[in-house]
């Protein structure tokens, strides 16, 4: 709980000056009234040669309490024990005193005298106390001055470091620079700069002054650990050694190096950029100094620009590094761009070039002059302009172009060419500000395999005809013979003009001989071009191919259908149809296969057929070419049928689980 507060009197009843004052009072108040009481006898002769009465020296007395009620109260407790003083007076001066005028003057004078003694000695502690504070004013203005001073020279020594180091960015000048700046600055015998070299966890030692070579070489690489450089690149804090010839805490190797170099006062600070240390600053003395606070604090700024000024020169040095990098790599892509056999330029959003390669002259026909001039809408048709528009809004929308894609131009001379285009997006600050091109011209190419294209489907044709010829030849006149000669055998047989049993089981011999090769021929025609294939299609051709591969080869094959069943024109059924019999004729011999499976699907705008095994299975080339080059002619040959129909043909195999053909054609 709060205790009451009883105000002033309290406080003033609590000093025990206030009791010893009051008693003081009493004693000369009590000694003014007591007849029996005389003061001694010089002060009684000294009293009588002024003419004074016997309790003029009560009164004189009472100036003591009032002067010390003032050194204990103030003014106020002055005038309060003036009053005291007075009323107590006042009594003795009226009816005890024989010349009453002259003890009120003395009481008087007694009460005034009191206030003016105090006021003059309260004058006297002021002005002491003002020479007091002025003086204590002067020192800290003389203090505070000194500060500015050092101040400004701690400043200036910055402001010239920071002059000098920003005089260049090459890094081994900027530290020596910095190195005869800290010896100018702080007034030392030697500098020593080391760098921080992370990978090698170790400090090399960048740039001296004032030491010698062989000094500098015992310091050149410091390990991490091994130095007192190496403790504050460590700890990141300054280290003083105030004698390094016998500090205990250096190596003894740093302790020898001091005796024998002269070294004895050492003051070692980071280098600091943005709070990572960068290595370490170190001056040294021959005698003895002590570095003081504001000294170390001089030095450790220095030290973080220095730091500042190591990481601004090695970033300097990588910009230029890159930016000659970058230049050798435009000038070798400047050249590989000019001399390029493709074709390449660049064009804005609008289709406006912007630049083009020396290549474009020859697949265009116009100078480069007049191409950085024009838009790509002057040499591309209609159907070319909107193919070309349609892969550079997918391009803007970041979605999938199937490149490089067939192109159409027209040339300055009217001609047409075909390009094989590589198109993509050129981007600036992250923002699309054109599209760079790159084609090479095919046109003879293309030709060239159109023109083999119709030689490989006539060839492809007349091959047909000639199977078809040949088949017909089989049926009509070779079977036809083989059937009469089996039918004459089996008449002579039959006759009983045979002269021996031996005859005759030659005769039937012979005749078995002949229904196998018309068997044989029969087979051999029908591969040559099944009449079913003809006759009926597509569907009813794979069945019954399927059928008999089946039944020769003792492999189970199932045949299946999807979709809407429809006939094809008569060379694509020819086509597909030779696919799969190569398809199952390679599960015949080479798959080792027992199951097989032919699945016909029918979609809206082609038909697929797949031949899967659960044959051994081989490993797949990388290339068609490769195909040829390995003898699998057949695996070859399907393929170009394919691409006849202007399908494609692929191959899945994995050896140990079998083969899947894939044959898709549009339809």
Known sequence: MQQPSFGWPTRIFAKPGFWVLAALLVLITISQYVAQLHPPAPVARFLSDLG????????????????????????????????????????????????????LLEAGLVFVLGNVVFLSFDA??????????????????????????DSEKRLAALNQTSATLSQSLELQEVLDKATETVMSVMQVDAVLIHLMDEEAGELSLASHGGVSAEFAQLGEKIR???????????????????????????????????????????????????????????????????????????????????????????????????????AVSERNYRGLFENANDAIWVHDLDGDITVANRACETQTGYRLEELTTMNVRKFLPQESHALAMDVQRKLLERQTVEQPYEQRIVRKDGTEAILMLTTSLVIEDGVPVGFQNIARDVTEEKRMRENLSFYLREVTKAQEEERKRIALELHDDTIQSLVVLSRQLDNLASSGKVPSESNRALLENLWQQINNTIQGVRRLSQDLRPPILDRLG????????????????????????????????????????????????NVWRHSEATEAELTVQFVSNKIKI????????????????????SGKLGLAGMQERARLLGGNAKMESVPGKGTTVTVEAPI
């Open 52 to 103: 004074l009465e016997r309790h003029a020296f009560e009164r004189i007395a009472y100036l003591v309490p009032i002067v010390w009620a003032g050194f204990l109260f103030g003014w106020g407790g002055v005038f309060v024990t003036s009053l005291i003083a007075l009323f107590c007076m006042l009594p003795g001066a009226i009816w005890l005193s024989t010349n009453s005028r002259q003890a």
């Open 124 to 149: 006297l502690r002021r002005g002491r106390k003002r020479r007091a504070d002025l003086r204590k004013a002067e020192s800290a203005l003389q203090f505070q001055l000194q500060g500015i001073k």
């Open 610 to 629: 797949t031949i899967a095994d659960n044959g051994k299975g081989f490993e797949l080339p990388s290339s068609v070419g490769d195909l040829t080059r």
């Open 538 to 585: 597509l569907l009813p051709a794979l069945e019954w191919l399927a059928s008999d591969v089946s039944g020769y080869s003792g492999i189970r094959i199932k045949t299946r259908v999807l979709g809407s069943e429809r006939r094809l024109p008569q060379e694509a059924e020819l086509m597909l149809f030779r696919i799969t019999q190569e398809a199952l004729r």
């Open 224 to 326: 991490l650990g091994e130095s007192s450089s190496a403790q504050v690149a460590h700890t990141g804090e300054p280290l003083f050694v105030e004698d390094a010839s016998q500090d205990p805490t250096l190596s003894p190797k740093e302790i020898e190096v001091a005796r024998t170099q002269g070294i004895r006062s050492l003051l070692s600070v980071p280098l600091k950029s943005k709070g990572k240390v960068m290595g370490t600053l170190s001056v040294l003395m021959h005698d003895y100094r002590w570095f003081r606070e504001d000294e170390v604090e001089l030095l450790t700024a220095i030290g973080n620009q220095i730091g500042v000024a190591v990481e601004n020169a090695r970033l300097y040095e990588k910009e230029r590094l890159a930016t000659l990098r970058l």
